[in-house]
């Protein structure tokens, strides 16, 4: 909202845990009052973006601060969609995804998204070591015109995130 200076079409979010995402939507409801947004403007899912649309196991990974992991050995699941076959209004712009650990297969159900729209991605690269190469390879499969860029935002090892962009 800052970064725009409080003017976009529409934010879809998803957060597949049920605590975490009672937290979001009280949070969207006290920014929705602040900058006076429509109710439209916000679609925040419970449930996981992945691969294909379905039912995914969901479980704690790494403790109780962060998002459930979908797809993990655990107690619950979780609603899960691919991004190209969700309806939006207009173009996608910006995708992010820190999905702990399912980056590539959010990557491959937003495949046909990406080669279409060109989207700013910030992806995380931090669950896996294997991520970091294979991320980025994954988003040039798909748009080869993609730049790069990784950034870390913690000391910590995490919170490391690839940046792609076209300079069209």
């Not at 079409?9 to 995402?21: D, K, N, T, Y």
Request: overall charge negative; hydrophobic content about 45%.
């Amino acid at each position: 909202l800052w970064a725009q200076n409080g003017s976009f079409r529409s934010i879809l979010a998803f957060e597949p845990g049920p605590v975490q995402h009672a937290a979001l939507l009280r949070r969207l409801e006290r920014l929705r009052s602040e900058w006076a947004l429509p109710e439209e403007s916000l679609d925040v899912r419970l449930g996981a973006l992945g691969e294909r649309d379905g039912v995914l196991g969901a479980g704690v990974s790494s403790g109780p601060l962060q998002s459930l992991a979908a797809g993990s050995v655990g107690e619950g699941s979780v609603r899960s969609w691919a991004l190209d076959g969700i309806q939006t209004q207009g173009m996608t712009t910006f995708l992010k995804a820190d999905v702990e650990g399912m980056e590539l297969e959010v990557l491959a159900g937003a495949a046909r998204t990406i080669a279409l729209h060109a989207p700013k991605l910030a992806v995380c690269v931090y669950h896996k070591p294997q991520h970091l190469v294979e991320v980025a390879e994954a988003i040039l499969r798909i748009r080869p015109d993609y730049r790069l860029a990784l950034r870390q935002h913690a000391p910590l090892l995490m919170e490391t995130v690839l940046y792609a962009w076209t300079e069209t």
